[in-house]
């Protein structure tokens, strides 16, 4: 029985995506849950399994294929085993085998095709097609993959710049007024050293996050207002209690945990912030889903913890755990990363002092914290040193006042400075 192995349902703001590496090859066997592929969107990297066992028969899409929801890109034969891809793969090896029997002075010839058709088949269809029509030989062009396989877009690069050597045109030799030829001069001397350059695409995560930063600077009218926290308080109940609250809960006690719970606070108090625009209309949103921005390899993501203000202090915890471990390894859901009305980045993990972030569209604001330094303040008219956090608040001026956004910072730092008011809800 033949199975057509198709992209899943995307989400409806995702038109299409990429098809990375296949991980199965054409005429090998696979069981059922096996990853085929992994196809990259604008949020996330989703796998495509095989939906039983059985052999790939036949890879319609090739690698770096732009694909949309329900498009086949493999079929798979579940009435075929590994047995019979095995036989199928070696008969044309039985063929050369009975051409060399008809003409045995050639059989070192013979079996030297042979053996380089056999390294061919380890390459994609399209990538041998390639190789054919440019009469190429696969050992001369560098793989991008670490097990040695040619991409498609391996095959094209090198061609590109063999055909742009090739195009190169040869500096005439100068001559003088007497039609005799000069001598060139020998041309600048280059820096000792390479200077290598490498020009790779963006990634679907890349481009998507790019469009939306310009989109939030062109079409929001942002400001962002600062403030700084005295974290000595925060820190000292953090260190009382951690030990207790990692052995009760089984999940450390970080600050993130507090700026939700105060964030959350705060957008009760001025619920402009967690409204959204939509046309000529403010959406007000009754409930608290806050994203938190989280940095992987593939970029930055910002998955939702959903309705965070009736989640407790592990409960947050535990879910920002959990979607920084998954945004690793690439396992996050499209529908933990669509919506929120909230966000919170923390570049203080990598050393940022201070900076302007940039709104999620179409939220309407998003909170920035920073790295923690001991900093002299005044206290009661004496200089001390405390442990000091700037935070900064970008918002969209169209729809929140000044006077809404510098209070909401306010009531953040009044919570983070007192946080039995996170308890009391004052």
């Not at 054919?132 to 590109?160: C, F, M, N, W």
């Not at 003088?176 to 990634?203: F, I, S, Y």
């Not at 409204?275 to 009754?286: K, L, Q, R, T």
């Given at each position: 029985m033949i199975i057509d192995i198709k992209v899943p349902q995307l989400a409806e703001s995702i038109a299409e995506a990429t098809l990375l590496a296949w991980q199965k090859q054409a005429g090998e066997a696979v069981s059922r849950g096996d990853n085929l592929i992994d196809i990259e969107t604008d949020k996330v990297t989703l796998e495509v399994t095989a939906p039983d066992d059985g052999v790939l028969k036949e890879i319609v899409k090739e690698e770096g294929a732009s694909v949309g929801s329900d498009e086949v890109i493999a079929r798979l034969d579940t009435g075929a085993?590994?047995?019979?891809a095995a036989a199928a793969s070696s008969e044309p090896e039985r063929t050369a085998e009975a051409a060399s029997?008809?003409?045995?002075?050639?059989?070192?010839?013979?079996?030297?095709?042979?053996?380089?058709?056999?390294?061919?088949r380890k390459q994609s269809p399209a990538v041998r097609r390639l190789l054919e029509e440019h009469q190429l030989d696969a050992d001369s062009i560098p793989p991008s993959r670490a097990d040695g396989r040619l991409t498609k877009q391996d095959v094209l690069s090198y061609i590109e710049l063999r055909d742009k050597e090739a195009a190169e045109p040869e500096q005439p030799q100068p001559t003088a007024a007497d039609g005799?030829?000069?001598?060139?001069?020998?041309?600048?001397?280059?820096?000792?050293g390479e200077r290598p350059e490498e020009r790779v695409p963006m990634t679907r995560l890349r481009k998507r996050v790019a469009e939306r930063l310009l989109s939030a600077q062109h079409d929001h009218a942002?400001?962002?207002?600062?403030?700084?926290?005295?974290?000595a308080p925060l820190q000292t109940l953090r260190e009382r209690y951690k030990k207790t609250f990692e052995d009760s809960h089984g999940v450390k006690l970080g600050f993130m945990s507090f700026f939700t719970k105060a964030a959350v606070e705060a957008l009760k108090r001025f619920p402009v912030i967690n409204a959204s625009i939509d046309g000529e209309d403010i959406v007000y949103h009754g409930y608290f889903d806050i994203g938190i921005a989280v940095s992987s390899e593939r970029g930055l993501v910002v998955p939702i913890v959903r309705d965070a203000d009736q989640l407790s202090f592990a409960d947050i915890e535990s879910t920002i755990r959990d979607y920084g471990e998954r945004a690793q390894s690439g396992k996050l859901k499209l529908e933990e990363l669509t919506g929120g009305t909230f966000t919170?980045?923390?570049?203080?993990?990598?050393?940022?002092?201070?900076?302007?972030?940039?709104?999620?569209?179409p939220q309407s604001?998003?909170?920035?914290?920073?790295?923690?330094?001991?900093?002299?303040?005044?206290?009661?008219?004496?200089?001390?040193?405390r442990p000091m956090m700037y935070v900064?608040?970008?918002?969209?001026?169209?729809?929140?006042?000044?006077?809404?956004?510098?209070?909401?910072?306010?009531t953040i730092k009044e919570m983070i400075e007192d946080p039995a008011r996170l308890l009391l809800e004052v």
């Amino acid at each position: 029985m033949i199975i057509d192995i198709k992209v899943p349902q995307l989400a409806e703001s995702i038109a299409e995506a990429t098809l990375l590496a296949w991980q199965k090859q054409a005429g090998e066997a696979v069981s059922r849950g096996d990853n085929l592929i992994d196809i990259e969107t604008d949020k996330v990297t989703l796998e495509v399994t095989a939906p039983d066992d059985g052999v790939l028969k036949e890879i319609v899409k090739e690698e770096g294929a732009s694909v949309g929801s329900d498009e086949v890109i493999a079929r798979l034969d579940t009435g075929a085993t590994a047995d019979s891809a095995a036989a199928a793969s070696s008969e044309p090896e039985r063929t050369a085998e009975a051409a060399s029997a008809d003409d045995r002075a050639s059989a070192t010839e013979t079996d030297s095709e042979a053996a380089d058709d056999g390294s061919a088949r380890k390459q994609s269809p399209a990538v041998r097609r390639l190789l054919e029509e440019h009469q190429l030989d696969a050992d001369s062009i560098p793989p991008s993959r670490a097990d040695g396989r040619l991409t498609k877009q391996d095959v094209l690069s090198y061609i590109e710049l063999r055909d742009k050597e090739a195009a190169e045109p040869e500096q005439p030799q100068p001559t003088a007024a007497d039609g005799t030829e000069q001598t060139a001069k020998a041309p600048p001397a280059q820096p000792a050293g390479e200077r290598p350059e490498e020009r790779v695409p963006m990634t679907r995560l890349r481009k998507r996050v790019a469009e939306r930063l310009l989109s939030a600077q062109h079409d929001h009218a942002l400001l962002t207002t600062f403030n700084e926290i005295n974290m000595a308080p925060l820190q000292t109940l953090r260190e009382r209690y951690k030990k207790t609250f990692e052995d009760s809960h089984g999940v450390k006690l970080g600050f993130m945990s507090f700026f939700t719970k105060a964030a959350v606070e705060a957008l009760k108090r001025f619920p402009v912030i967690n409204a959204s625009i939509d046309g000529e209309d403010i959406v007000y949103h009754g409930y608290f889903d806050i994203g938190i921005a989280v940095s992987s390899e593939r970029g930055l993501v910002v998955p939702i913890v959903r309705d965070a203000d009736q989640l407790s202090f592990a409960d947050i915890e535990s879910t920002i755990r959990d979607y920084g471990e998954r945004a690793q390894s690439g396992k996050l859901k499209l529908e933990e990363l669509t919506g929120g009305t909230f966000t919170i980045t923390n570049g203080g993990v990598f050393g940022s002092l201070m900076s302007t972030p940039i709104i999620n569209p179409p939220q309407s604001a998003i909170l920035g914290m920073h790295a923690i330094q001991d900093r002299p303040v005044a206290e009661n008219g004496e200089i001390v040193i405390r442990p000091m956090m700037y935070v900064a608040v970008s918002y969209d001026h169209r729809i929140v006042d000044g006077r809404e956004a510098v209070q909401f910072l306010v009531t953040i730092k009044e919570m983070i400075e007192d946080p039995a008011r996170l308890l009391l809800e004052v």
